[in-house]
C-alpha cells in the first residue's frame, strides 16, 4: 500500500508580505493568489523494520533514522519533514511509526512559489489519508503554519500553507491571533483561460533564501520605518484592485497595478530585486509586456509578466535571448489544491 498526496503551487499575484507577522498583526493583511499546475508530491510507504527513511529522489537525498517519537532538529537539510513527523506523533498518535516518506517538487527549493510551505502540506496530506487524521483545509494550513514558523522557527508568512490546501483563486484576510479568512473567487473559465494566456512565467535560473528579505521586512515594520510600511500598505491595496479587475474582466488593468506595484515591492526591503532583475523587468517591458512582479518575497526564482494580446509570444523570444540559463515555464491554474489517495 502506498499513501499519496500533491499540493499546487501558487502564484502570488498581489499583496504579497502584508501575510507577514507583525504587519498583519498591527494592520491586517490581504493577498490574492492563483495555485498553477506545478506540484508537490508525497507519498508513504508503511514500514515494519522500526526505521523510518525520508528521501527526495530527484535531489539525491536519503535519510535514515531509528523509529523513535522524536527526531532531533539540528539545522539540516531534512528538518521540515522531521518537524512534520514529531508534530504528527506527538499530537496524534503518541507513537513512534515506521515508513518511508519518498517526496518530489515539479520546481526548485527557493523558486518563490511556495516552495517550502507547499511540501509541507502535501507531506501533512499523506500523513492526514494514512493515519486518518480528523483535519479539515483551514487545520491542515494552520498545522503548516505552526510547524514552519513556531517549531522550526523559519521566516516567512501564511498564505502559502493556505494557497496550497484550498487551490483554486482566492483572496485570503489575515489578521492578528494567526485568524485566517480564505474567500474562494467565481471566475468564468473563459477569464482563468485569458489570463493562463496573458501572464507569463520565466524561471530566472536563480534562487534565493527568502528568510533573510522576510526577516528585513519584519524588522522595517518593528522600527516603523514609514517607507517600507507605507509601501506594504499600497502592496495589500493592490490585492483588492487585482481581484476586481479579474472578476469585472477587465484583466488588462492587471499589468498597469503591476507596474506600479513594481516600485513598491522594492521598498518593502533591500535585496528583493538585483540587476539581474531589473535586466529581466526592463527586457519583458520593452518586448510588450506592460507589467510584472517577482514571485514571493524576491531576490531569485520566477518573475511574471502581463502580457496583452499576443505579446506573450514577442517577450518569450526577448527573454529567451538573455540567456543564464533562464526558460518560460508553462502552466495552467488549477481549480483544486491538497488532493491524497490511496494506491493500492
Known sequence: MIIRSRAPFRLGLAGGGSD?????????????????????????????????????????????????????????????????????VKDYVHKPLSFTLTCNLEVPFGSGLGTSSTFA???????????RLP??????????????????KQAGGKQDQYAATFGGFN??????????????????????????????????NSSRNSGDIIIEQQKNVTNKKNQSIEAM?????????????ILKGKLDDIGYILHEGWAYKKAMADGIST???????????????????ISGAGGG?????????????SVTQALNKLGGGGHVQPYTYTKKGLETWIAK
Not at 493577498?31 to 508503511?46: K, V
Not at 485566517?180 to 530566472?204: A, Q
Not at 500598505?233 to 479587475?245: F, L, N
Request: net charge negative; charged share 20%.
Open 233 to 245: 500598505h499600497r502592496i495589500k491595496q493592490q490585492a483588492t484592485e487585482i481581484k476586481e479587475a
Open 135 to 152: 483535519l479539515g483545509e483551514y487545520d491542515i494550513a494552520y498545522l503548516a503554519y505552526t510547524i514552519e514558523r513556531v517549531d522550526l
Open 301 to 313: 526564482g520566477f518573475v511574471f509578466f502581463y502580457c496583452p494580446l499576443n505579446t506573450r509570444y
Open 275 to 293: 540587476p539581474f532583475f531589473e535586466e529581466i523587468y526592463e527586457t519583458a517591458i520593452k518586448a510588450g509586456a506592460i507589467g510584472g512582479k
Open 20 to 88: 507577514v507577522s507583525p504587519y498583519s498583526d498591527i494592520y491586517g493583511g490581504c493577498i490574492l493568489n492563483a495555485t498553477i499546475s506545478l506540484y508537490a508530491h508525497a507519498s508513504i510507504e508503511p514500514r515494519n523494520d522500526g526505521k523510518i527513511v525520508f528521501t527526495i529522489p530527484a535531489h539525491n537525498e536519503y535519510y535514515e533514522y531509528d523509529s523513535l517519537e522524536y527526531l532531533p532538529i539540528d539545522g539540516g537539510k531534512a528538518d521540515l519533514m522531521k518537524g512534520i513527523y514529531n508534530r504528527i
Open 121 to 131: 502540506v502535501a507531506m501533512l496530506g499523506a500523513y492526514t489519508e494514512w493515519l
Open 171 to 204: 483572496f485570503m484576510e489575515f489578521f492578528g491571533d494567526d485568524k485566517v479568512i480564505v474567500n474562494p473567487l467565481r471566475i468564468r473559465n473563459e477569464l482563468i483561460n485569458e489570463l493562463s494566456n496573458n501572464i507569463l512565467l520565466y524561471y530566472t
